[in-house]
């Protein structure tokens, strides 16, 4: 699913901190020893397209990210950075492995989730028109709502859909359809089946379907479907020529493929993800196609930079609401608003959003105050590490932003140094052994030895949408504590949170919440 997906991250940003892949192994068809390790697939082409006047900061940029492509495979990227006046672009490598046909500045990529924040624009533009409340009942607009919580069918707010506080099952995969109900089709027949993790407002964990809901209230208050809404309500008036959700938009223009890295008969490979993208009632999370110079207009109207003459399409205090932090992200240094990630690092307020969708990976970080915007596009999974080391290069170079490196965005945030050490919480460890699972995902943490031992197993409910490509998750591994209910899997924070009688409830888990049971 789209966003910070679930998927992508355990078997992406995981593999790739711990240096390994996880795959589908080293086994011919007859289930025998391969004789030899299979020779290194060739490396594709990477050309580099970068302006002759390109300043040295853009340029070491541009550097570091061609060295992480090379070491993670990514085929294709492209990379924009505003700073102060100054805006710049380059492409990097192919938009596909099919046709290897270069990236340039008109390759569209999908951005994933960071499309949740245009979705939250768009809302708080029908609020700033009085046309939807923040702190509404959802089903004030949607009197027939339907959830398999009775008491989160009356609690359930606008605000509560922005900050990923709803509390239910956020990464449901049905596809309902590729027409104008496909959301409808979504909220009223998929929804509903949904568990609740947790007690409404209770806690953050990132919620996918919430933005489909969010989604569905934005056709509710314009009378038309999503894909139009949007158009009118944040595209267009932005002059965002080359940003479209619709299909045919897409294929009449240059597009970038996904592509995913995996082991593959004993060979490193990587391969052209399919489908091209995500089930349409999932586009309010994850749908839209963009290219960097308009997420960078985008940018400026997030950071209150609109060119003058340009119509406002949200109030400024909307905007900060947006940015404010509304509820703490269990256990990291990271904060949800409504509905940007947000961090307050010596004295700079940050905000970001990253996404991640079928082989494509996006970063995006503004700091406001800095006038300061940097967006990268992958076409390749896992892009995490690659997307970090660009972003931290970059958070180095430019001026009076040194201090940020390697501290803002989702990914620091989970990230824990290599070299931290342990602070575990000694003869307490079995307090937190046991099974926590949801409808994807089963997680079963056990004694082993002196240790505490993990393992995942992934569990898609039959005719849920999925990759063509899904790699497998990791083998069991060893967890230490940085302190008392924080651990550390594979090089990544892993938060415990505790009920109202003091009792380990969830397991909080590359930003979502599985609860134990």
């Not at 056990?446 to 031992?453: F, Q, W």
């Amino acid at each position: 699913m789209p966003g910070i997906s679930r998927r992508g991250l355990l078997l992406g940003l995981a593999a790739g901190a711990a240096g390994t892949a996880a795959g589908c192994g080293g086994r011919t068809p007859t289930d025998t020893p391969l004789a030899a390790p299979a020779p290194p697939a060739p490396e594709p082409p990477l050309p580099v397209l970068l302006a002759r006047d390109a300043t040295p900061e853009f340029r070491a940029v541009a550097d570091a990210l061609v060295a992480a492509m090379r070491a993670a495979r990514i085929p294709g990227a492209a990379l924009g950075i505003l700073s102060g006046r100054r805006e710049q672009h380059a492409s990097f490598g192919v938009a596909s492995l099919s046709s290897l046909r270069p990236v340039n500045p008109n390759t569209i990529f999908q951005i994933g989730s960071l499309t949740k924040t245009f979705t939250a624009t768009a809302i708080w533009r029908l609020i700033d028109e009085g046309k939807l409340a923040l702190d509404a009942p959802v089903r004030r607009y949607l009197r027939g709502l339907r959830l398999r919580d009775e008491a989160t069918i009356t609690a359930v707010t606008v605000a509560n859909l922005l900050e990923h506080t709803a509390g239910w099952y956020g990464d449901e995969g049905f596809d309902t359809g590729d027409d104008a109900f496909a959301l409808t089709r979504y909220v009223d027949t998929r929804l509903p089946e949904l568990p609740q993790l947790f007690e409404c407002g209770e806690f953050f964990s990132y919620n996918n379907s919430a933005f489909s809901l969010l989604g569905r209230l934005i056709e509710l208050s314009t009378t038309t479907d999503y894909s139009d809404a949007m158009t009118k309500l944040v595209l267009a008036p932005l002059g965002l020529a080359n940003t479209v959700l619709d299909r045919d938009a897409v294929l009449k223009r240059p597009y970038a493929d996904g592509h995913t890295r995996m082991p593959v008969n004993g060979r490193d490979t990587v391969a052209v993800q399919a489908p091209l993208w995500v089930p349409r009632s999932a586009d309010p999370a994850g749908g839209i196609w963009s290219t960097t110079r308009d997420v960078l207009r985008y940018a400026r109207l997030q950071m209150g930079l609109e060119p003058p003459g340009r119509t406002r399409i949200v109030k400024p205090a909307s905007l900060r609401a947006m940015q404010d932090p509304a509820v703490p992200v269990p256990g990291l240094r990271l904060s949800m608003g409504r509905s940007w990630f947000t961090q307050d690092v010596d004295g700079l307020r940050v905000i970001s959003h990253n996404g991640d969708t079928m082989g494509q990976h996006t970063v995006f970080v503004a700091i406001p105050q800095r006038r300061f915007a940097f967006v990268l596009l992958l076409n390749g999974q896992p892009g995490a590490m690659a997307g970090s080391a660009a972003l931290n290069e970059a958070l180095a170079r430019y001026p009076g932003l040194g201090q940020l490196s390697g501290k803002v965005g989702p990914i620091s945030a989970l990230l824990v140094p290599p070299d931290t050490p342990n602070g575990g919480p000694g003869e307490q460890l079995r307090a937190y052994a046991g099974r926590y699972a949801d409808p994807g995902m089963t997680e079963t943490f056990r004694m082993a030895g002196p240790g505490l031992e993990r393992s995942v197993e992934l569990t898609p409910e039959p005719g849920s949408w999925l990759p063509a490509l899904v790699a497998q998750p990791p083998e069991p591994g060893p967890v230490t504590f940085l302190e008392r209910d924080i651990g550390i899997s594979g090089g990544m924070r892993l938060p415990f949170l505790r009920d109202r009688a003091g009792e380990i409830g969830w397991v909080a888990d590359r930003l979502r919440l599985r609860p134990r049971g």
